[in-house]
């Protein structure tokens, strides 16, 4: 079920506690100089909308938030940002309204890594409110944490930022916007994870051109083989939430 594809009857005669709402979040900014902008929307908004095609009777998809907490790419440019308050507060009121309106189960599938940390505050904000539902998100990444790693060549086996893995998506789901001609090896970069200890850079200290990894040895190919896998394991984590049962 698409939520803005249907009317307000429609949505009315939706079982609540047997529907998860499946809100994802994704963001617009600067992806090195070969992919757009618009990539992690493009991406999350592809495995969302799959995820609906594969459980349309128990899932209510909600349209992607293209506008995502990406501060930390401000000063490479070619960004959109909300600030962390009012990421925050954003993703607890898109929840917000659903539950208000008898919903159960919330589960935000996000597309953007510095979506991450608001995401997990909003949700234990949100849990204090509605303690009788499940509420609950990830990355896609994180639920498909495997499967990416085994699709990939380069030494980073992981998500990383107009990766080789993002590359590959996009080549796959949208060809047409990939600078070929920029597509190259990003370099060394540097981690934000140093002996236990979070660091915290922007992408500006830590890449060389806003990019990670190897774009150099993504291809379609690559994409299309990622594609049914992670949204297999996605499909396992909204099932799962399914079948979660109701805090009393
Ligand atoms: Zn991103």
Excluded at 4 to 18: F, G, L, N, Y
Excluded at 85 to 99: D, G, H, V
Aim: net charge negative; hydrophobic share 45%; aromatic share 6%.
């Amino acid at each position: 079920m698409k939520f803005h594809e249907m009317t307000s009857p429609a949505i009315a005669a939706v079982d609540r506690a047997s529907t998860l709402v499946m809100l994802p979040i994704a963001a617009v900014e600067q992806h090195g100089p070969h992919l757009p902008t618009g990539t992690d929307t493009i991406i999350c908004e592809a495995v969302a909308a799959a995820v609906e095609a594969r459980l349309p009777g128990s899932v209510l998809l909600l349209p992607v938030n293209w506008l995502g907490a990406s501060a930390h790419h401000l000063r490479l440019g070619a960004t959109m940002t909300a600030e962390l308050s009012t990421y925050i507060a954003t993703l607890c009121e898109m929840a917000r309204a659903p539950l208000e309106d008898g919903f159960r189960r919330v589960m935000f599938l996000n597309g953007h890594g510095g979506n991450t940390d608001p995401l997990r505050v909003a949700l234990r904000e949100l849990q204090l409110e509605f303690p009788h539902t499940i509420l609950s998100g990830a990355s896609y990444w994180s639920i498909a944490e495997a499967v990416i790693a085994a699709g990939l060549e380069g030494e980073d086996k992981f998500v990383g930022h107009a990766c080789e893995f993002e590359t590959s998506m996009i080549q796959y789901l949208r060809p047409e916007l990939v600078d070929e001609a920029a597509r190259a090896h990003a370099g060394p970069w540097l981690p934000d994870v140093i002996e236990g200890l979070f660091v915290s850079r922007d992408m500006k200290q830590r890449t060389q051109a806003g990019c990670t990894g190897r774009p150099d040895l993504a291809s379609a190919e690559k994409g299309a083989a990622l594609f049914g896998p992670i949204v297999d394991r996605v499909c396992v984590a909204v099932r799962a939430m399914l079948d979660e049962p109701l805090p009393g």
